[in-house]
Structures are given as structure tokens and as C-alpha cells.
């Protein structure tokens, strides 16, 4: 992983790399401006300061022409290009590698989902107060601190972000 905190930008990514470390012993080199949580179990880690990532990439180079597959993840597509592009010059060695730019994937689920910002839909007024809500899930925030839902059947779940202090949930 080139310039990426997975960890922080693309957990569902992260969470795939972890998962392929424990059950397939994959090689994860990390090559970042600071610590990530890649670093635990990377093969090796290589810390540099924004925009030396392909003089990075050179020092490992002897590491990765001895991976029999590798994917090279990146925020940018300017940036997966670039390690392409020196990946492409440098190799004089033939095995499978694929270039991927995760950045805004969790962001592309969303909007998928229909979470878009321009996407018509109910206000959180409406929504509480809507008589046939059947489910809210709610991230980040508690709409109820101060409102109460009208439907009494609705399934709720809040998921806490660590950064909010919690709050106590009216009765």
C-alpha cells in the first residue's frame, strides 16, 4: 500500500488485508508518511515524506520481485498510475500484478446504497416523526437526545463513533 492509512480511509480494505495475512500469510509492504496499523504485520515498512513514495518503492524493489503476485493500493488514481508507471520501467521479471485506487470506496458504497448528498429523501424531522419508520440506524449522532420516534414499532440502532462523547439517551 502506497500513501494510504487503510486503517482509517478504507476499513472494509483493511479488514481484507488483515484477513489475508492470518489465513494466507500474504507480504504487506506499507510505504507511508506515518505509522499505520498495516505495520503490525507488514513484511516491511518504509516511512517517507509526501511525494517520495516511487524512490520508496525503489528500496523495496529486490522484496517485491521476490512476491509471486502483487496489488499495489493507493488513495489516487494519479498515484496508482505513477507506481504503475515506475512498476511498468522498473521489473525485469514476469508475474501477475494489478494496480488499485481505493480511495472513496467506503464513500462509492455509500452512494450505491442511495446515500447520496443530492439523493431525495426525509429530513430527520420526518423521519422520527413518520408513523411506518420500520428501521433507523443512525451513525454518528442521537437525533433522539431531544425528539422521540412517533412509530413505537421502529428497530433502532445507533453506532457510536469514538470521537463523540457519549451521551445519555432520553427516556
Not at 52 to 71: F, I, P
Not at 127 to 135: I, K, S, T, V
Request: charged residues 20%; positive net charge; proline residues 5%.
Amino acid at each position: 500500500m502506497v500513501a494510504s492509512d487503510l486503517a482509517e480511509e478504507q476499513p472494509f480494505l483493511s479488514f481484507q488485508i488483515r484477513a489475508n495475512f492470518r489465513h494466507h500469510q500474504a507480504h504487506v509492504y506499507a510505504v507511508t508518511a506515518k505509522p499505520v496499523r498495516e505495520d503490525r504485520y507488514a513484511a516491511a515498512s518504509v516511512r517517507v515524506q509526501p511525494g517520495g513514495e516511487l524512490a520508496a518503492l525503489e528500496s523495496l524493489r529486490e522484496k517485491l520481485a521476490a512476491e509471486k503476485e502483487l496489488v499495489i493500493c493507493s488513495a489516487t488514481q494519479s498515484r496508482v498510475k505513477a507506481c504503475g508507471n515506475w512498476w511498468s520501467s522498473a521489473r525485469r521479471w514476469e508475474f501477475p500484478y494489478s494496480m488499485s485506487a481505493c480511495g472513496y470506496s467506503n464513500s462509492r458504497g455509500a452512494v450505491d446504497m442511495g446515500l447520496s448528498p443530492d439523493a431525495a429523501g426525509m429530513t430527520i424531522e420526518q423521519m422520527l416523526a413518520a408513523p411506518d419508520l420500520d428501521a433507523l440506524w443512525v451513525v454518528g449522532a442521537n437525533p433522539l437526545e431531544n425528539a422521540s420516534l412517533t412509530s413505537k414499532g421502529a428497530f433502532v440502532v445507533v453506532q457510536k463513533c469514538s470521537s463523540l462523547k457519549p451521551r445519555a439517551r432520553p427516556t
